[in-house]
């Protein structure tokens, strides 16, 4: 059976340090091409990408966003591009290595028999390293949280490592989600829930940020709490079907 083709997706702001190692470990998957998408990260972030894209040339893209920064307008550019893409699948991943490339080639594999996978943490095989009790604590509870609200199926709502078939995820009206942040997450899982995608979850080992400061602030966990609610009394603003 022939790979599947694959785009990566990966938003960054300051990430100098830990993009040439994620870069690496995505290279090594010969099926897979990468988008960085830069908010114009003033540590250089972008020039870094640039560079990678020579040295890997055919493979990288990167995309310089100059509009209000946030991880949700990010992945709507950078999935808008690639859907336009002749791929099999666009997958979603962080740039703080807390996301083992090691794993995309099986969330890949779990796209034949879903329209989107999520690298979880919390499904038998899946755990958390390097997370203070309290991280681990937050997390579980604004799963719980979640899925209690929404009635979503998944355990691990806000995972951002992802792999979506091409045609599901340009089924999804990205022009009309409102979350920023961590929530846009869930807005799309929702979403595409709504819409009759069919989800699977694979174990992933994720792994606390080596190098740079977490992007958690109050304001996404004001956000997040508020999210599921907006959507669940707007039923996300998207019924239909999904294809």
């Known amino acids: ?121 919390y499904v038998p095989g899946g755990q958390v390293v390097n997370w203070p009790l309290r991280r681990r604590l937050l997390s579980r509870f604004a799963n719980v949280y979640i899925r209690a609200v929404t009635r979503l199926s998944a355990r691990d709502c806000t995972s951002g490592y992802r792999c979506w078939r091409r045609e599901a995820l340009a089924a999804l009206p990205l022009d009309r989600f409102v979350s920023d942040g961590y929530s846009f997450l869930v807005e799309m899982l929702y979403v595409a829930s709504r819409r009759g995608c069919r989800i699977a979850e694979v174990p992933i080992t994720f792994v606390e940020r080596r190098h740079g400061e977490s992007k958690l602030s109050g304001a996404v966990l004001i956000e997040s709490a508020i999210t599921p609610w907006r959507l669940v009394a707007t039923r996300g603003g998207a019924d239909g079907p999904a294809r």
Do not use: F, W
Not at 45 to 67: N, S
């Open 1 to 121: 059976m022939t790979p599947r083709t694959a785009l990566v997706v990966v938003p960054t702001y300051n990430e100098c340090a830990n993009l040439p190692i994620l870069v690496s470990g995505l290279m090594r998957h010969p099926p897979v091409r990468l988008m960085v998408v830069d908010d114009q990260s003033p540590d250089g972030t972008g020039e870094v990408a640039e560079a990678l894209a020579r040295e890997h040339a055919g493979r990288i893209e990167v995309v310089h966003r100059t509009e209000h920064r946030g991880l949700g307008r990010s992945l709507v550019v950078g999935v808008k591009k690639a859907i336009r893409e002749p791929v099999d699948v666009v997958c979603q991943m962080d740039a703080d290595l807390s996301h083992d490339p090691a794993r995309l080639p099986d969330l890949i594999a779990a796209a034949d028999r879903a329209d989107v996978v999520i690298g979880s943490r």
